[in-house]
């Protein structure tokens, strides 16, 4: 069965701090694995990472994939108020399935001023 | 821009009541698809479709039909609401195999069955 887990599943920082939320997957197949943010209703789009090694930077917000590990991170660099949300994970296990998405459960993020 | 559109927003529903999920996206995508989102479960996938007239399952299809008679439009139908059909669903669009997983969501709507 394929499965996408991510850790921690919720996460309280101050305005400033660096964070990392981590999401490590099994899957028979990998095509791809995306990220994205939800705030407080449709989840949007962030980044899709299908390489190992190649780091994916939008502003302060960076992603990195291990295909040898299995993993990926999001790195949020002094973080706002505004990037509170939760931040979901997930993995396309097969090449025929495009949109057939794996998500994990999401971090929940919260930015205190 | 509308974008992808989900109609009703909000319902209440009786167990075994039946009703119909509308979702309809004007940005002339390949790909449609269903999640429903639970507390603790991330979303999962109910039905997907490739372009008009294919539909497929998803992982949680049971109790739930779908068709896909036009390339806007690709209504979810539950058939006898159960209370473990109360959930969040999310509508999503995407272009096509070029922008693989890279989905456009509706706002969602919130079921809740009795």
């Known amino acids: 069965e394929d499965k996408v887990v991510q850790s921690p599943l919720s996460l309280v920082v101050h305005e400033g701090d660096t964070v990392t939320l981590n999401c490590s997957y099994e899957?028979?197949?990998?095509?791809?694995l995306l990220w994205y943010k939800q705030e407080k209703k449709a989840p949007t789009f962030l980044f899709m990472l299908?390489?190992?090694?190649i780091e994916k930077k939008s502003g302060r917000l960076s992603s990195i994939l291990d295909k040898k590990e299995l993993f990926s991170i999001l790195n949020i660099t002094a973080t706002q108020t505004g990037d509170s949300a939760v931040y979901l994970c997930?993995?396309?296990?097969?090449?025929?399935?495009?949109?057939?998405?794996?998500f994990g459960q999401g971090t929940r993020l919260t930015i205190n001023p | 821009n509308a974008g992808v559109t989900q109609t009703p927003k909000f319902q209440v529903l009786k167990t075994g009541q039946s009703m119909t999920l509308q979702c309809a996206q004007d940005?002339?995508?390949?790909?449609m698809s269903w999640y429903r989102q639970d507390p603790g479960m991330g979303l999962r996938l109910i039905h997907y479709?490739?372009?008009?007239?294919?539909?497929d399952q998803g992982e949680v299809p049971n109790g739930y039909n779908v068709s896909r008679s036009t390339t806007e439009d690709f209504p979810l139908r539950l058939l006898s609401a159960a209370p473990s059909q109360t959930s969040v669903y999310f509508c999503?669009?995407?272009?096509?195999?070029?922008?693989?997983?890279?989905?456009?969501f509706g706002e969602g709507s919130r079921l809740t069955v009795l």
């Open positions: 999503a669009s995407s272009p096509g195999q070029a922008y693989p997983g890279e989905l456009f």
């Open positions: 899957v028979t197949n990998f095509r791809s």
């Open positions: 299908t390489s190992s090694g």
């Open positions: 997930a993995v396309i296990p097969d090449f025929q399935g495009a949109q057939k998405l794996v």
């Open positions: 940005m002339n995508h390949e790909y």
């Open positions: 479709s490739v372009g008009a007239g294919i539909t």
